[in-house]
């Protein structure tokens, strides 16, 4: 049902998702209302399907955007910190940004300079006082290590396939806190949702079986 979301615009793809029931959380739902994907898809952005951005990177589909939000949606609460690695275009750090609220923060890094300025770009058109504010920042940074500089974050998004579940991205996990990140290889991936609770002991549940691309070095990425 989840591929067969796609609308004539961002209302209308929202209201599907809603209506298939892959969004049920007001907050989820609120934030993507809030957020154009128009902004930050040069193709398609409206069609329920991963579309390119340029430097062999992609915007994963809506559907997968819309289930990452779901599951970090009890720890994107107002005032939270939130950690999108691989924000590529920037679409889902804003709409972290967005439910965190006013007094809330989301970090992007991005190892890719040239994405990191679009994702200003594509931000400034959408919600130019997000920046202003400091309610969102992207940074070029080597996402397998996280961003130390603004650790702890209540969440941590991965956008792209790790080969590993990255221990110094479960350190900087707030204790409670949650990361949803892809992992695995060309042979096959799987989400996996990473709690830590408020003692600091971590559980690993394998969500889905999905397909993104490799959390890799620039160069690598470039050449694929």
Known sequence: MAWRCSGVSNEDLINRMAQAKVISTPSVKAAMLAVDRGHYSRFKPYEDAPQTIGHNSTISAPHMH???????????????????VGSGSGYLTVCMAEMVGTEGRAVGVEHIPELVELAKQNTKKDHPEFLQNHRVSFHTADGRVGFPQDAPYDCIHVG???????????????????????????????????????????TKKRAMDVWYVPLTDPEHQRNR
């Not at 396939?161 to 096959?188: C, T, Y």
Request: proline content about 6%.
């Open 66 to 84: 819309a289930a990452a939000l779901e599951s970090l949606a009890p720890f994107l609460f107002p005032g939270a910190k939130a950690l999108d």
């Open 160 to 202: 792209a396939a790790a080969s590993q579940l990255h221990d110094k991205l479960v350190e900087q996990l707030n204790a409670p806190g949650r990361m949803f990140i892809p992992v695995g290889d060309e042979n096959g991936q799987a989400i996996y949702v990473v709690d830590k609770d408020k003692d600091g002991n971590v």
